[in-house]
């Protein structure tokens, strides 16, 4: 995480559950995220909120008077979805590949440490909580290839920050989709300058596991 967050920051937000509503709520979660520093959980954060609010416009009702709640501890962001159904609950269901629906819940668990639902007399409260790390050295000291590496994924994502892998399944994804893309470039641009791509990827590999055998020794 970019920093240490050693207070809890929080930030709650009425609306109507619409399906427009979803795109500002994304939006507003990315505002809040990037404020206070926690650039890694913003896509997970994103994908949960979209599902915990589409959950509520399909499962209660479009139009019903909803809360968001989204809090960042140094442990965790908890986000919370409140409304006034307590009969509604949402509910993790094997969905099919080629179904068009049900997979809502599945996507909040894959992405999730935990969540669950809290019951009141007149309202429920769905939730759901992503881990934070510990703040920790981004790069291992001295190694110029990945600080080299880093600059070169992030050019891939629009100027983007490239999420760290370490703190989210969905920031492990996209950096290596960012890693694919970059070798894939590479490769058709060995090609077009009259190359071997197999061979210089033979070549990479037999380096690269060089140097970790070097390393090793000399941790040890």
Same mark, same amino acid.
Not at 73 to 94: G, K, M, Q, Y
């Given at each position: 995480?970019?920093?240490?967050?050693?207070?809890?920051?929080?930030?709650?937000?009425?609306?109507?559950?619409?399906?427009?509503? =979803?795109?500002? +709520?994304?939006?507003?979660?990315? @505002?809040? $995220?990037? &404020?206070?520093?926690?650039?890694?959980?913003?896509?997970? #954060?994103?994908?949960?909120?979209?599902?915990?609010?589409?959950?509520?416009?399909?499962?209660?009702?479009?139009?019903?008077?909803?809360?968001?709640?989204?809090?960042?501890?140094?442990?965790?962001?908890?986000?919370?979805?409140?409304?006034?159904?307590?009969?509604?609950?949402?509910?993790?269901?094997?969905?099919?590949?080629?179904?068009?629906?049900?997979?809502?819940?599945?996507? =909040?668990?894959? +992405?999730?440490?935990?969540?669950? @639902?809290? $019951?009141? &007399?007149?309202?429920?409260?769905?939730?759901?909580?992503? #881990?934070?790390?510990?703040?920790?050295?981004?790069?291992?000291?001295?190694?110029?290839?990945?600080?080299?590496?880093?600059?070169?994924?992030?050019?891939?994502?629009?100027?983007?920050?490239?999420?760290?892998?370490?703190?989210?399944?969905?920031?492990?994804?996209?950096?290596?989709?960012?890693?694919?893309?970059?070798?894939?470039?590479?490769?058709?641009?060995?090609?077009?300058?009259?190359?071997?791509?197999?061979?210089?990827?033979?070549?990479?590999?037999?380096?690269?596991?060089?140097?970790?055998?070097?390393?090793?020794?000399?941790?040890?």
């Amino acid at each position: 995480m970019s920093g240490s967050v050693q207070r809890t920051e929080s930030w709650t937000e009425a609306f109507l559950a619409e399906p427009e509503e =979803v795109a500002s +709520l994304r939006r507003l979660v990315w @505002v809040h $995220l990037t &404020a206070w520093g926690a650039h890694e959980l913003i896509d997970s #954060a994103q994908l949960c909120v979209s599902e915990l609010v589409s959950n509520v416009i399909t499962h209660v009702g479009r139009g019903t008077p909803t809360n968001l709640s989204v809090a960042l501890s140094s442990t965790c962001l908890r986000i919370e979805v409140h409304d006034p159904d307590a009969r509604a609950l949402p509910t993790l269901l094997e969905a099919s590949d080629d179904a068009e629906g049900g997979r809502g819940m599945a996507l =909040v668990q894959a +992405l999730a440490k935990c969540w669950g @639902v809290v $019951l009141h &007399a007149d309202c429920k409260v769905t939730w759901c909580e992503l #881990a934070t790390a510990p703040p920790v050295s981004e790069e291992p000291t001295g190694s110029a290839r990945v600080v080299r590496a880093t600059k070169v994924l992030s050019s891939y994502r629009d100027g983007q920050p490239l999420p760290t892998p370490r703190h989210s399944r969905l920031g492990a994804m996209a950096a290596e989709a960012a890693a694919i893309d970059v070798i894939t470039d590479l490769l058709h641009w060995l090609q077009v300058h009259g190359h071997d791509p197999d061979e210089v990827l033979d070549r990479a590999q037999t380096h690269f596991e060089a140097e970790l055998r070097a390393a090793t020794r000399v941790t040890h």
